[in-house]
T-cell receptor, first 119, second 116 residues
Framework: AQKITQTQPGMFVQEKEAVTLDCTYD???????LFWYKQPSSGEMIFLIY??????QNATEGRYSLNFQKARKSANLVISASQLGDSAMYFC????????????????FGKGTHLIIQP | EAQVTQNPRYLITVTGKKLTVTCSQN?????MSWYRQDPGLGLRQIYY???????DKGDVPEGYKVSRKEKRNFPLILESPSPNQTSLYFC???????????????FGAGTRLSVL
């Protein structure tokens, strides 16, 4: 079973509209972190926003906010007032606690959503 | 400027010719990691390192080696590259290995590798 599911392979949105990118996750850990990264066509991975599993408030970073619903295991990214420069691939990722064999793990990524902002 | 630096950015090679992709970070991070990105599969972890001389396998380690002799450097070695290792590779680092508040992984710009 996938640990991170992004159900929207692609989205077209008009400039200045708000965008919600969906992400659901699966973990049995109590302590975990959720991340969103942006990958423009140039290829680099840019960190956008973080939500910890124990954070009571939804994270916000400028125009980005994370709609965290722990019981539903969802962590949707909301981009307010979209801009042409927001066109990119967006990845949801999770970092869980230590592996059963000891040691830390890396990020588990979803397959991404390709967002295109239209003028 | 705080950054993760990968070299080279682009590499075309032939099957069986050993290669190394370098990764260096200047943030004094303990944790470093390598990922590969393939269409339709997202990013998958190859190897990671919690600190100097401590490395461990990720989800897709076959055909790769790593070393962590210094805190800042974490090279990825392909002893005998094959065409199925054609991919976009990312190095990443974070301050700590553990899941801590805002323990963000910062990524290098990526290395696009083609194995003919």
């Amino acid at each position: 079973a996938q640990k991170i599911t992004q159900t929207q392979p692609g989205m077209f949105v008009q400039e200045k509209e708000a965008v919600t990118l969906d992400c659901t996750y699966d973990t049995s850990d109590q302590s975990y972190g959720l991340f969103w990264y942006k990958q423009p066509s140039s290829g680099e991975m840019i960190f956008l926003i973080y939500q910890g599993s124990y954070d009571e408030q939804n994270a916000t970073e400028g125009r980005y906010s994370l709609n965290f619903q722990k019981a539903r295991k969802s962590a949707n990214l909301v981009i307010s007032a979209s801009q042409l420069g927001d066109s990119a691939m967006y990845f949801c990722a999770m970092r869980e606690g230590a592996r059963s064999g000891g040691g830390a793990d890396g990020l588990t990524f979803g397959k991404g959503t390709h967002l295109i902002i239209q003028p | 400027e705080a950054q993760v630096t990968q070299n080279p950015r682009y590499l075309i090679t032939v099957t069986g010719k050993k290669l190394t992709v370098t990764c260096s970070q200047n943030m004094n991070h303990e944790y470093m990691s390598w990922y590969r990105q393939d269409p339709g599969l997202g990013l998958r972890q190859i190897y990671y390192s919690m600190n100097v001389e401590v490395t461990d396998k990720g989800d897709v380690p076959e055909g790769y080696k790593v070393s962590r002799k210094e805190k800042r450097n974490f090279p990825l070695i392909l002893e005998s590259p094959s065409p199925n290792q054609t991919s976009l590779y990312f190095c990443a680092s974070s301050l700590y290995p553990q899941v801590l508040a805002k323990n963000i992984q910062y990524f290098g710009a990526g290395t696009r590798l083609s194995v003919l």
